[in-house]
């Protein structure tokens, strides 16, 4: 098993920036994977972006290219998100996921899945 913890989501301004981080503990060697997908109220869960654990492969939803940097410290087992010029759409429930194979945008692909961090952002 995998645990996930986020951090770091909270109320901040129109073009500001904020930085989530997600803690894995557990099996975290079985980890190839790893995501960040966000759900606005009353919408689907979508995609955002994500990493291959072991290497530098990156993948971005086109909502967010650009503004959004997925990064990993594996020596910490901690992934992160940075958030630059936050938009009111930009708010949503942030979730970090993990799957042991390679990179998917589903959410039912994924096995293992934080309890979410806020971000919201006002105009």
């Known amino acids: 098993q995998v645990q996930l913890v986020e951090s770091g989501g909270g109320l901040v301004q129109a073009g500001g920036s904020l930085r989530l981080s997600c803690a894995a503990s557990?099996?975290?060697?079985?980890?190839?994977?790893m995501a960040w997908f966000r759900q606005a109220p009353g919408k689907e869960r979508d995609f955002v972006a994500a990493?291959?654990?072991?290497?530098?492969?990156?993948d971005y939803a086109d909502s967010v290219k650009g503004r959004f940097t997925i990064s990993r410290d594996n020596a910490k087992n901690t992934l992160y998100l940075q958030i630059d010029s936050l938009r009111p759409e930009d708010t949503a429930v942030y979730y970090c996921?993990?799957?042991?194979?390679?990179?998917?945008?589903?959410?039912?692909?994924?096995?293992?899945w934080g309890q979410g961090t806020q971000v919201t952002v006002s105009s």
């Open positions: 990493i291959n654990w072991s290497t530098i492969n990156t």
């Open positions: 557990g099996r975290t060697r079985s980890i190839y994977t």
């Open positions: 996921a993990a799957r042991e194979l390679s990179f998917l945008r589903r959410p039912y692909e994924y096995n293992y």
